[in-house]
């Protein structure tokens, strides 16, 4: 089970660090990603980190300006968001993810005002 926490209210150019606890399993062996979706788009990918820490890539929009961590000890993985902009507004998820195969935790609102 994922427990995303986090979201909330910030001004543009502000930041926030979302936090994924996971529970019921270890998650040193998956790939943690996380994902967000503004109101009327789909889905999209912001982040991963790979098994055991082996690599992180971002997406291009949020590439810079935000961070993906994990506590290994805490079995938490983490979502650093600086320099936060209107266009970053979004339900965020996070996932596990083992051999193409996910594991969703549900949603914390981020909402960036202008």
């Known amino acids: 089970q994922l427990q995303a926490s986090g979201g909330g209210l910030v001004q543009a150019g502000g930041s926030l660090r979302l936090s994924c606890a996971a529970s019921?399993?270890?998650?040193?062996?998956?790939?943690m990603k996380w994902f967000r979706q503004a109101p009327g788009k789909e889905r999209e990918f912001v982040a991963h980190?790979?098994?055991?820490?082996?690599?992180?890539y971002y997406a291009d929009s949020v590439k810079g300006r935000f961070t993906i961590s994990r506590d290994t000890a805490k079995n938490t993985v983490y979502l650093q968001m600086n320099s936060l902009k209107p266009e970053d507004t979004a339900l965020y998820f996070c996932?596990?993810?083992?051999?193409?195969?996910?594991?969703w935790g549900q949603g914390t609102l981020v909402t960036v005002s202008s």
């Open positions: 996932a596990a993810e083992l051999y193409g195969t996910y594991y």
């Open positions: 019921g399993r270890t998650f040193s062996s998956y790939s």
């Open positions: 980190d790979g098994r055991s820490g082996s690599t992180t």
